[in-house]
Every structure is written in structure tokens, then in C-alpha cells.
């Protein structure tokens, strides 16, 4: 099981004051095991989105210190923004990303509601999953009548906190705590000032879409069904929320969007609704901008999708992909799009580690010095990374070669599948080194006495093991391989068969060279000897079903190059 990581992406009402933004974002980012991943204000909206990820335990502690200095910091009183809103901190969802359950999640949102309700005497809402009551799961309906309805609603028994007072704060309003799936927050832009017109897009695409009226759509009368409700035209895109306004911090209307299920509509599809509405209504999309951060995925997928739009390859390298998915949505057209901070993954961590990152001179010039590593195991990866690059490369070519139209879908799905096994192959290239270097530190331990050197020969078994099993993994990685690669020899561009062989030789020596690594790291771990054998025979079944294909490859892509 991955450590759990939990992300909580708060919402304060303050936008405008530089330092009191800060002094909550210090409070955000002051707890050990948390990490504050991005701050985006909007002047307009007078209203911050942070966002910060870590242990559970240490995110409730952070999240509870912000609230705090947000209550003390910010007068409901006297704000005025263009986000709906009701408390100082007006939202604070708790989201599970890793290694955690949505119901862990829910236990994590009670904790810190309570915190916040019983410490700070702020009333507390509980939403989404944490909701005690299905009427409060929306949080469009909890916040109804904003700040200004606020202490009339409160009196309402249906709508009385679920933690701490139950009578009306002036200063700090109220806050809405609980787990909720990840959403992303996501701005349209429109070449228009007209907020109606903004909200009749944003009625077209939001799942919840518009309210039927007889006779005029503005002023005629509401139909009703049979239960005397609303009678309502769903919107285009499921879990999607929706609405237009003007921001004159930008001169333009926007659609806001809240993507609740990414899996039901994901960026990009709610950016091609947004623009087909505005296209019909004889407007134009100018661009968007996102507010927080972004799975990584949910780029490559944008990415892929508009390469496929106008005939290109989707088996692009994530740094295309990426770029692709920002020209394509006009993603800089309000400010810098950067990957490292806007997207989850690259602001938790670095796409690759320190070896990869390393030039390829560096790379060799490290791997020549007296160091011990990067050692084999991490060039076996990476000459494997090499090869499925090459066969990326060729399979790019064939799918953009001039009257091969008809099979650019069949090579750019083979050039995805290389690009993906790439990006595995290069984060082994730093994790064979870092298990190399828990076998050093075994190795470090004192052996003074019995003890210690029993001790010390368990955690070098212990490390062996871990370490045969990087690079049996990188075997793993690098088996499709050879035959994606030599279906590229046969049927790929022409021009392109010698790169291809090229990949499968070298696919050939990195496999092996991943081979010889399990062998000699599995000696010392022979404590744990029945698991070593089952692991050894895999990986002698991997060898020989390489080498078979190998050499078939190379039969007929003699013939083929001769």
C-alpha cells in the first residue's frame, strides 16, 4: 500500500490584500509532512484557492492553522467579491490521492471540522461525503443565500451547523468542511462583457443546464412537473457545475466550471462544449485558465486528443502532449502556465529524478567516475528508455508518412504505448540507484557485535532483495518491447527499419544487462530464498521469450534491409 497522501484545497474569501494572503499561505505551509503546492488568487473573485497535499494527519493540522488565521485576518462584513461565498474560509474540501480510501478521507474532514468548530467557535457544514444528511451534500445549497442570508438560514432548524455555535458569527461567517472527489476548477473565457450571455453558455454545457420557460426564455412563466418542481433542460456535460460572469479584472465573461468526475468530462471535452455553445450563439472562445492545479492526465488526454484533431500522432512525449494542451485551450492567455506548479503530479515531484534530469554527457560523464553509481542496472534502463524512444520515433514517422492516412490510428497507438513504456523506463534509471544505495547503507551498519551482525546481514538481505527486483521490474518493462519493435522492422516507414533494428538491439542488451543485475543481487538475499526462485524463473522466462523474439526480428529484418 503507497503511503497515503491527501490533498485539501481551501478556499478563502481574500483575493486582494497581498499580506494577509501570504500570512494564511505561511499558516498553510508550516506543518512537517504537508506540502503547500500552489496559491491562486483572483482579485475579481476576492477570493484564494490553495492547495496543499501530505499525510493526513499533517494536512488536518494545516488546514486548521489556516482557518484560524483566516478568521482572524478576514471581515465578512466587509467583503465583497464575485464568487459566491459565506465564511472567511469558505470551503475546505479534503480530497484522497494515494494510498487512502474515500472513507479514510471522511474520518480526516470530521476530524478537523470538530477542531474547527469546538477550538475556534466557527460553525461548521459538513458536505459532499461527509454529509450527515443527503439535502446537505450539494455545495451550491449549503451556501444558498450566501453571507448575506447567512444568519437568517442558521435560525432555519434544516440548516443549523453540524459543529460548533449554532448562532451567527459576523466576523467569520461559516465554513464548509468534507471529502469529496477530485475536482477541478476550470474558466472559459468568452470574447464577450455580457454576463447573460455567459450563464446562456454556461446553461447549455452544466449537467444541471436551464430551467424550461413557456413563451419568452427570459420572463415567461416556469413549467412545471407533476410534483409542482421545475421542469429542466439537462446541459451537455455530466458533473459538470456551471456559471457565466464578467471579470473586470480581465475585461472579458467567462463560463466557470467545476469538473466534479474527471471520468465523465474531462477538460478538454468541457472545453469543445463551452466552444460549441459559443460558436452556435455567434461568440468566440478566446482562451481559459485554470484555478488550482490538474492531473496529469487530464493534460495528456487534452493533449492527445487535440494532436489527433488535426492528423498528428498522439505517441508524443508528455512535454509535447503538455504544450499541445496549453496552446490548444489558450491556457497562457490570462498569465504563465507552468507546468511544475499547475500540474499535481510535477508540483508533488519532479517527472524525473536527479540521474535522468542529468545531461547526457553528465549521465556519462558520472557513470565513468569512481562513484559506484549509477551503475548497470540504471543503464540497462535507460538503454531500454533509448530503445523505446527509437521505436516511438519510427512509429511517429510512419504515422505522419504522406499516403499512410489510412494507418496513422495503428502507429500512433503503438507510438503511445512506447512513449509510456519510456517514461517507466527512465524513473528506473534513478530507482535502480536508489536501491543500490540501500544496499550501501546496509552494508554501513556496525558489526561489532553478534547481535549487530545479525543485525546488519538481515538488512543486507533485505536491501539485496529490493534490489533485485528494480531491475527484474525493468525486464518487465523493456518484454513488449521487442514486439512492438519488430512489427515496426516489417510494417513501419522504410526509411525508418534500420532505427528500428537499432531499437531492438539495444532493447536486447538492456534487457540482458537488467538480467545479469537480478542474478548478482540475488546471492546475498538468500534469506529469503523461495521468493528469490520464483522471481528467478521469471526472470529466465522473461530472458528466453526476448531473445526468441529477438532473434525472429532480426531473421526477417535482414532479409528486409538486404
Known sequence: MANPILECVPNFSEGRRQDVIDKIAAALGSVEGALLLDVDPGKATNRTVMTLVGKPEAVVEAAFRAIKVAAQLIDMGSHQGEHARMGATDVCPLIPIAGMSMDEAVHW??????????????PVYLYEYSAKESYRRNLADIRSGEYEGLEVKMKDPRWAPDLGPSTFQPSCGATVIG?????????????T???????????????AGRVIRDGHPLTGKIRLDAQGEPVRKAGTCKSVKGVGWYIPEYRLAQVSMNLTRLSDTDLHEAYEAVWESANRRGLRVTGSELVGLVPLESMLKAGRYFMRRVGRSSGASQEELIECAVQSMGLRQLGEFDPRRKIIEYAMEAPYGPLVSLSLGAFANLTASDAPAPGGGSVAAYMGALAAALGAMVANLSAHKRGWEAQTPEFSDHAEALQEIKNKLLRAVDEDTRAFEGVMQAMALPKSTEAEKELRLEAIARANFQALQVPLLTMEFISPLFALLEHLVHQGNPNSRSDAMVGLQ????????????????????????EEIVVLLVKAEALRKNSRNTLDRAIASGELLLK
Open 506 to 529: 539495444a532493447a536486447w542488451a538492456a534487457s540482458e544487462g537488467a538480467y545479469w543485475n537480478v542474478i548478482i543481487n540475488a546471492g546475498p538475499s538468500s534469506g529469503r530464498s
Open 109 to 122: 474532514s470530521k476530524v478537523l471540522a470538530q477542531k474547527v468548530g469546538n477550538e475556534l467557535g466557527i
Open 193 to 207: 462583457v455580457s454576463s447573460r450571455l455567459a450563464n446562456s453558455v454556461a446553461f447549455d454545457v452544466r449537467e
Open 179 to 191: 471529502a469529496r472527489d477530485l475536482l477541478v476548477a476550470y474558466n472559459v473565457n468568452l470574447n
